[in-house]
Every structure is written in structure tokens, then in C-alpha cells.
């Protein structure tokens, strides 16, 4: 019998990689904190060849979608649709009003004069300590009792004393003197 051999090889080529991924990939719309996930590739016996990666689409509006080719990491974050809007406290200028902005009273008057500042804070400083200040502090025709930390000015009459004088109560913004 005669016979001839005849060898039949069948050669790898060109044949697509195995990927799985790290599990499934589930995020709600309107996600907020970045979101990763790795993909394994495993390279069919005897192919050597270099794997190119690339996303399709390449972009979304709802999210950046990056794409690590060495490690096979995909990162997805979310979008932001505006911006932020800080509103930061600024130490308001100090607001106060007075029971009274003038006294017109005779000389050796009996009942002392009281005039009462009444403090006029925004809520949010309402904790903050407040001071008051007059200038000036005395007059020789009568005595003057200012208390700092409230505002108030009691005026008693000194025997037969005269005069007028204009007084200014201030008040320091908070942190100053």
C-alpha cells in the first residue's frame, strides 16, 4: 500500500482575548461619589499580540468615564450639573437704638434721667458679647453714670449745675475695640 502524509496544522490567529469584570456595575441616576470597577483580560495560548483599550461612546453627558490601559480600571464619575453657592457670615456692622435722643429738663431736676440702648443683632450674632462707649464720659453740670456692657446712661442733676452737651454712645463692631 502506498501512502502519502499529509499534516494539517491550524494556527491561533487573531483570536479575541477573555474579559470578565469585578461584578456588576449597578448605580442610581444622579449618582454623587465616583464609582470604580476592574476588568480582567486573559490572552488566548500563543497570542502575544499587544491589547489595545478604548471606550465606546468615548463620552456620555451624565457622567466622565476614564479608562486605565495598563491595569484595566474603569473609573466613572459623576457630572456636575451647576455649581456651588457658598453664603459665608460676615461680622455685621453693630445696630442699636435709644429710648430717647434728647432730655430737656430744668436745673436741681429730681428723678435721674435713664436713656437705655436696645441691642438690634442679626439672629445669627445674637451670642456675640457686645460693649458700648460714650464720649465723653463726664460733664460739669451733671453726673453720668454709662454702663459698658449694657448701654445705659443715668444722668443725675448736680445742685444748680447748667449746661448742654451732646453725647455719642457707639458701639465697636465685635472683635474690635
Not at 488566548?44 to 453627558?61: A, F, G, H, I, R
Not at 450639573?81 to 453664603?87: E, I
Amino acid at each position: 500500500m502506498y501512502s502519502v502524509d499529509f499534516t494539517l496544522t491550524v494556527n491561533a490567529i487573531d483570536d479575541l482575548p477573555a474579559i470578565s469584570f469585578s461584578g456588576d456595575v449597578s448605580m442610581d441616576e444622579d449618582f454623587a461619589n465616583d464609582t470604580s470597577f476592574v476588568f480582567t483580560t486573559t490572552h488566548p495560548e500563543n497570542e502575544e499580540q499587544t491589547l489595545v483599550y478604548t471606550l465606546s461612546p468615548e463620552m456620555v453627558d451624565f457622567a466622565t468615564i476614564e479608562l486605565d490601559t495598563v491595569n484595566g480600571k474603569v473609573m466613572v464619575s459623576p457630572v456636575s450639573d451647576g455649581f456651588a453657592l457658598t453664603v459665608n457670615a460676615v461680622n455685621d456692622a453693630p445696630e442699636f437704638e435709644l429710648s430717647q435722643s434728647f432730655a430737656n429738663i430744668g436745673k436741681n431736676f429730681a428723678n435721674p434721667i435713664v436713656v437705655s440702648a436696645s441691642q438690634m443683632s442679626p439672629a445669627n450674632e445674637s451670642d456675640q458679647v457686645v460693649t458700648y462707649n460714650i464720649d465723653p464720659t463726664s460733664v460739669s453740670f451733671a453726673d453720668i453714670s454709662f454702663e459698658s456692657t449694657t448701654g445705659q446712661l443715668t444722668i443725675t442733676a448736680i445742685t444748680d449745675g447748667v449746661g448742654s452737651q451732646i453725647f455719642t454712645i457707639t458701639q465697636p463692631a465685635s472683635g474690635s475695640s
